[in-house]
């Protein structure tokens, strides 16, 4: 049995895992993980696409990407203007998880911009490291590009990092829902990428 399914056993919120590409969504292009949650008995289902992994370079005003391919640009579910979740990692373990419905590179640049006005930093570990992996998630079946859903994911990512040890350690805010099991289960599966 693999890590990630050792840590699906444990972290699963239940309903039933969708096969890769089981949706259409993703499987010809190669990702390495097509996630959904189906839940028969009630009717409903959540298409998540991802992880499609970069590579960011950076200094406090700055930043470079390399894609997995070698192109220095981001491409696929990252340019999309549907809910995504990121996570930012080093030696594969999450320093902050984040949402945007944006283009990933509109989000990361309001990040690296921001000056304090309005009290917006924006992301403080630009200022502490220079490299990190950076893997996003999308919402591809969100309803009126309606985030909700992906945010209540984010809060259950970073409870299930918190659960594990620490807070991610440049998380500075969190918007919490209530949670139903097809938010705990996606956040599992996203949670189980990664070391703790």
Request: net charge positive; with cysteine; charged share 25%.
């Amino acid at each position: 049995m693999s890590t990630q399914e050792r840590c699906l056993q444990r972290y699963d919120g239940g309903g039933e895992r969708q096969p890769h590409g089981a949706a259409g969504q993703g499987a010809e292009k190669g990702r390495e993980w097509q996630g959904g949650v189906i839940f028969p008995e009630w009717g409903i289902s959540m298409n998540f696409s991802g992880p499609d992994r970069y590579r960011l370079t950076f200094t406090p005003d700055a930043f470079v990407v390399l894609c997995a391919k070698g192109t220095p640009r981001f491409s696929g579910i990252a340019n999309l203007k549907l809910p995504k979740l990121y996570v930012v990692s080093i030696d594969e373990r999450p320093i902050y998880v984040g949402l945007t419905k944006t283009p990933i590179r509109n989000r990361l640049r309001v990040g690296w911009k921001a000056t304090g006005a309005n009290g917006y930093h924006g992301y403080a570990w630009r200022r502490e490291i220079t490299s990190a992996n950076l893997d996003v998630w999308c919402h591809m079946d969100a309803f009126d590009r309606n985030e909700r859903d992906v945010e209540t994911i984010e809060a259950e990512v970073v409870f299930l990092i918190r659960s594990a040890g620490q807070w991610p350690q440049y998380q500075t805010e969190i918007h919490f829902h209530q949670s139903e099991t097809i938010h705990r289960k996606m956040a599992a599966e996203i949670f189980c990428h990664y070391k703790f």
